[in-house]
Nanobody, 130 residues
Framework: QVQLVESGGGSVQAGGSLRLSCAAS????????MGWFRQAPGKEREGVASFYTGGGSTYYRDSVKGRFTISQDSAKNTLYLQMNSLKPEDTAMYYCAADPFPCTVVGGSPVQRAGDFQYWGQGTQVTVSS
C-alpha cells in the first residue's frame, strides 16, 4: 500500500515562495505517475503538475507555468513542488497523488485528472495573502 505524506505548507505573502514535499513509501511498481493537486473551498480539485517517473512529458496547469516546478529525489522517495511568485489565487489545500500507471495523455498532450490517481496524501494548506 502506497502512503504519501505532504509537508511544507504555510502562510506567505504574495510574491513569496514555498516548497512542498511529499514523502512516499510502500511502492510496489517500478514507476508511477506522480502529481500535485489543489482544492480551494467551494471549488473542485484541480491538477497542478504531474509527471511519470518512467519518463515522458511533464504537465503543468497553465496558471502555474513558469512559477511552479515539480521534481523528485528518487533516493529519498520524495516528490517536491517548488512554488515561486505565489498569488492569492494559489491559496488551497495541496495534495500529493500517485498512480502505478503512465500519466494520462489525451490528443498527444498530458492531462491531469483526479480520477486517474489511486493514492492520495492528506494534504497541506497553502495560504497566500495579498
Amino acid at each position: 500500500q502506497v502512503q504519501l505524506v505532504e509537508s511544507g505548507g504555510g502562510s506567505v505573502q504574495a510574491g513569496g515562495s514555498l516548497r512542498l514535499s511529499c514523502a512516499a513509501s510502500g511502492y510496489t511498481y517500478s514507476s508511477y505517475c506522480m502529481g500535485w493537486f489543489r482544492q480551494a473551498p467551494g471549488k473542485e480539485r484541480e491538477g497542478v503538475a504531474s509527471f511519470y517517473t518512467g519518463g515522458g512529458s511533464t504537465y503543468y496547469r497553465d496558471s502555474v507555468k513558469g512559477r511552479f516546478t515539480i521534481s523528485q529525489d528518487s533516493a529519498k522517495n520524495t516528490l517536491y513542488l517548488q512554488m515561486n511568485s505565489l498569488k492569492p489565487e494559489d491559496t488551497a489545500m495541496y495534495y500529493c497523488a500517485a498512480d502505478p500507471f503512465p500519466c494520462t495523455v489525451v490528443g498527444g498532450s498530458p492531462v491531469q485528472r483526479a480520477g486517474d490517481f489511486q493514492y492520495w496524501g492528506q494534504g497541506t494548506q497553502v495560504t497566500v495573502s495579498s
